[in-house]
């Protein structure tokens, strides 16, 4: 008979999930157990169900998704029999969820500050105002966010990605619940901030026995910060154990492919010393400052006499922290936001948008935004969406049309099975290759790239990345690749642009920038990544950039 003290906390017993009594299984006889204060990562690709897996422990599964088969226990309680009311009572209290999107969590219409005080007030009601406020203070100050009150009055919008999922990672840490499930936590976030807010959660673990179930396709993050692994594919569990184990030693060919899927460093490419197709001079962008009663807005400068060129064929990578002006820059030379100062020269001519080759440039300049569900029309379908690229185009047919969509989205691994979709049937990778495929859609010759891959697992991000390289071989588009995560650059990239608070603080060749980096921000920023690498008995071994080796979480 199994006793309180060595109960597991969560127990999930053959789970399995279909779209309606009868139809596709969705998750097909899943079961795990996570202990007390135990970290548990579930690795695999998009569509592998292991969000819905997750998302059952809550009750939170979409219909018309239903529980065929199987049960989960939480603390001895059959929640699969649980009445809404009783769910309600555990959900943020006991389990806490992080999403994929923060921009879908966060209410547009509501304060940080009132967001995050709505589940103290809720669930934590012998707490004063004074007391709540105080709390939510030191958590945004945990999570690093520079100034904790500043963002009590600010909205949603006023952030970048990475600046939200903190905050929503600070609204479930707040009420410290016993199971915290965080579905891709640090997507969206740079690579000093990520490992500071894995820590955080491996802190939390170890200060209120909180158990973690982190859903991630970075594999790195997995292997350091978890204590066991769980591999699924097609909605079934291909694999389960001790990470060191599982990942020094995978038994299975799916756990195998996961492990060589992953970024390495391609060898240095001969880019030709040609006129720039993109050059920037002096670049300023001011953001007008909030209003506030009795004092006039203080205007903010997000980017400061910023200069680069990006030559033909050529990737220059933009990497730096959350917040530094990576996607500000991006949008700028997109022509989507008004510079303060400076130029932008396309092939050699200045471009404004009064003048003459304004149109020309929008039309070769197509850019990829971080965040796809924020960009896709959802009344559109994927075909709709893709095809809306060539809308302008002269002299193709209709029929040219719809069969170059069908090529893009054979390139992008979608198929023509996906056309007739709408962005809210796709998972979170899907949505981001429609995004690709409407950017690629007009064969470019420059592709502003914010996070192109951020929203994929290892396999599909593998195959978009040798997508990115085949497309420049076939058809010569330069890139701009704006990336928090240091291994695609290290993959992808030509030169490598570091930039920090506005400023490009070190810019160089690829091997130059990490392999000697001259800045101490760039050290900083390079150590913080753990990397996985191939040992002669086939397996991997975790290490930090510019350190001793670590071990696998123990």
Not at 373 to 383: C, E, G, K, N
Not at 509 to 531: E, G
């Amino acid at each position: 008979m199994t006793t309180t003290k060595n109960r597991p906390l969560v127990s999930v017993e053959g789970l399995t999930l279909a779209v309606g009594e009868g139809g596709r299984e969705i998750v097909r006889n899943v079961s795990f157990d996570i202990a007390p204060g135990e970290m548990v990562g579930i690795v695999g690709e998009s569509g592998s169900g292991k969000t819905q897996a997750a998302r059952a422990i809550m009750g939170l599964t979409p219909p018309p998704l239903v529980r065929t088969a199987g049960r989960v226990l939480f603390e001895g309680e059959d929640l699969t029999q649980a009445k809404p009311a009783r769910l309600r009572e555990l959900r943020g209290a006991r389990v806490g969820m992080v999403f994929q999107e923060p921009m879908t969590s966060l209410n547009p219409s509501m304060t940080i500050g009132r967001q995050l005080d709505e589940g103290l007030a809720l669930h934590r009601r012998a707490l004063s105002a004074e007391a709540r406020r105080s709390r939510i203070l030191d958590m945004l100050a945990r999570v690093g966010i520079r100034d904790p009150k500043g963002a009590l009055d600010a909205w949603p919008h006023e952030f970048s990605g990475g600046m939200r999922q903190r905050m929503m990672l600070a609204s479930v840490m707040l009420l410290e619940p016993a199971l915290l499930i965080a579905d891709e936590p640090t997507t969206a976030l740079d690579a000093v901030v990520q490992r500071d807010v894995l820590e955080l959660m491996l802190g939390l673990t170890r200060e209120h026995m909180t158990a973690v179930l982190m859903i991630s396709h970075d594999l790195p993050m997995v292997a350091r910060f978890t204590q066991r692994v769980i591999v699924m594919r097609h909605g079934e569990v291909k694999e389960a154990g001790y990470t060191e184990t599982l990942l020094e030693r995978p038994k299975h060919d799916y756990t195998r492919e996961l492990l060589h899927a992953m970024p390495r460093r391609q060898p240095a490419r001969a880019v030709a010393d040609e006129a720039p197709v993109v050059e920037v001079r002096g670049l300023v962008i001011d953001y007008p400052g909030r209003r506030r009663l009795f004092s006039r807005p203080v205007p903010k400068r997000a980017l400061h006499g910023i200069d680069l060129v990006v030559r033909p064929r050529e990737v220059v990578a933009v990497v730096g922290g959350s917040g530094s002006g990576k996607t500000t820059l991006g949008r700028a030379i997109a022509g989507l936001l008004e510079p303060g100062g400076g130029e932008i020269r396309f092939r050699g001519r200045p471009i404004a948008r009064s003048d003459a080759g304004w149109f020309d440039y929008r039309m070769q300049c197509q850019m990829v935004f971080q965040d796809p569900y924020a960009s896709l029309d959802p009344r559109m379908t994927v075909d709709q969406l893709v095809g809306g690229g060539l809308r302008l185009v002269k002299g193709m047919s209709a029929n040219d049309k719809a069969h170059r969509v069908a090529e893009v989205l054979d390139e992008v691994g979608l198929g023509t099975g996906f056309a007739q979709r709408h962005p809210h049937e796709l998972s979170g990778g899907q949505r981001q290759r429609v995004a690709i495929a409407r950017a690629i859609v007009r064969r470019p010759a420059f592709v502003i790239a914010d996070e192109p891959v951020s929203a994929l697992d290892v396999t599909v991000r593998a195959q978009v990345l040798e997508l990115f390289a085949e497309l420049q071989r076939r058809h010569g588009f330069s890139c701009l690749f704006i990336s928090h995560d240091l291994g695609v650059v290290e993959q992808v990239a030509d030169r490598v642009i570091v930039m920090h608070d506005g400023r490009i603080v070190e810019q160089g060749s690829r091997d130059a920038v990490f392999d000697a980096p001259q800045q101490d921000y760039t050290r900083k920023l390079l150590s913080a990544i753990p990397a996985l690498e191939p040992t002669q008995a086939g397996g991997v071994r975790l290490r930090w950039r510019f350190g001793a080796e670590l071990p696998l979480a123990a």
